[in-house]
Every structure is written in C-alpha cells, then in structure tokens.
C-alpha cells in the first residue's frame, strides 16, 4: 500500500485508497478543470471536499501542500519516478495529467505550444477578469457606490469573451476539431459567467455565436457533466 504520510494534508483528508490520486478541491470553475480531467482521461482518483467556507485552505495541512492556500491540489501516489508527488495550480495540474494520461494534449510540437497558449489565456486573463466581474456584480462589490471597478471587469470580460468567439469561428474547439486542455480549463469559467455569477445580460452573451455553442458541447460531455459535482457538495 502506497504511503502518504510524508504529506500533513493526508492526516486531515485520510486517503482511504493511497494507491489513487488524491484530489483536494471543490466544484469552483478553477476545482471544477482538474475533476473534469480526471473523469475525460479515466485515471483513478478519490476527491476530497475542502470547505472554503470553513477556510480550510488555510489550515496548515493544507497549506503544507499548497502554499498560497487555494484548490485544487493533488497528490499522485505514482508520481515521476514512482514516487509520490504533490503539485498545486489547476493550468499545472492539467498539463500534468495530460502528460500522464496521454490525453487531451497534442504530441506535436506546435500543436502542443498552441493549445498551452490558450491554457495560459485562461489562467491569466479569463479566470482573474471573470472572478473580478462576479465580486462587483453578485457579491460584495456590488454594494460599492463607485462602479468604475464593475465596469472595468465588465467590459475586459466582454472583451475577452470577444477573442474567444474569434477563435471558436469555424472551430468546434478552441484547438479545431480536437478536445483539449484548453477547453477543460475555460469551460467552467464561461459557464459560471453566465449561470452562477448571472453577468450574460452584462457582457451581451446573447450576441455571440460560437461561444454558446461551444459552451453547449462542452456541457453535453458525460465526463464534464460528472466533473461538475465532484467532491460532492454537502
């Protein structure tokens, strides 16, 4: 039996399977890309609920695994040269996973540059403006009487929502006719644009073509649908 006690966090979250990836997270957009990920490519794991609420991020199991105190973060029992191995940040985690499974990244070289651009479009600039727009919008931003800062998220988000739908125009992925990473990292962020944050009015996503359908696809996949909900909500 794999032994994980080298790592705090597994004293907190038991494994109750050591010998499978263990999955530290919560079905936010950003947990919600490694769960996809592991339901499209089929590799063993087990999810652990980490409570946000609770600030359990910040506890020092927690952060022994993940400094900077966010989901998700994983444990590989067989890590690079057989050997355990913790890792931290979601783009990181699906390059990761990708590498392992040989799935949902490309092997040519230029296609794999390609597809890690948008990875990191996702990372740096969808995610933070997103996760911006939601604060001002829905949460406790929107009771700022100043609505500079809303209508700077807004309109980025619309932007980028723009250089997403220029890609999409004649692509059914945002790598063509392939499904990869890219689309694993930013489908749960658009979809919670629209759903959870209620901004669709705000960035006119009605007016675009390619993202909805895109978005529609993505959703429609078994594997997304089950990632969706994993760890499962109390």
């Known amino acids: 039996m794999t032994d994980l006690s080298a790592f705090p966090i ?9 010998d499978r990836i263990q999955l530290y997270s919560l079905p936010t957009p950003n947990g919600v890309k490694v769960s996809i990920m592991l339901e499209e490519v089929g590799l063993p794991y087990e999810p652990h609920l980490i409570d ?28 690079p040269g057989g050997k355990p191995f913790g890792l931290f940040e979601s783009g990181a985690i699906l390059v990761y996973l990708a590498e392992k499974s040989g799935k949902l990244l490309p092997t040519d070289p230029a296609a794999r540059y390609e597809t890690l651009q948008w990875v990191f479009f996702q990372m740096a600039a969808v995610g933070p403006m997103f996760g911006q727009l939601g604060f001002f919008h829905k949460f406790a931003g929107r009771e700022y009487e100043d609505k500079r800062p809303l209508e700077r998220y807004r309109a980025e988000s619309q932007r980028l929502l723009g250089v997403l739908e220029t890609r999409l125009e004649g692509r059914d992925w945002l790598m063509g006719d392939g499904y990869t990473i890219a689309d694993v990292a930013t489908l749960g962020w658009v979809r919670n644009l629209v759903g959870f944050y209620e901004a669709g009015e705000l960035v006119d996503f009605k007016s675009l073509k390619n993202v909805p359908a895109w978005l529609e696809r993505g959703l429609a996949r078994p594997a997304v649908q089950r990632g969706l909900n994993i760890p499962a909500r109390p």
């Not at 359990?56 to 994983?74: H, Q, R, Y």
């Open 10 to 18: 597994a004293s907190r979250w038991p494994a109750a399977h050591p």
């Open 52 to 79: 946000i609420g609770k600030n359990e991020t910040w506890t020092p199991e927690f952060l022994s695994l993940n400094p900077n105190g966010k989901i998700p973060a994983i444990i590989d029992p067989d890590g």
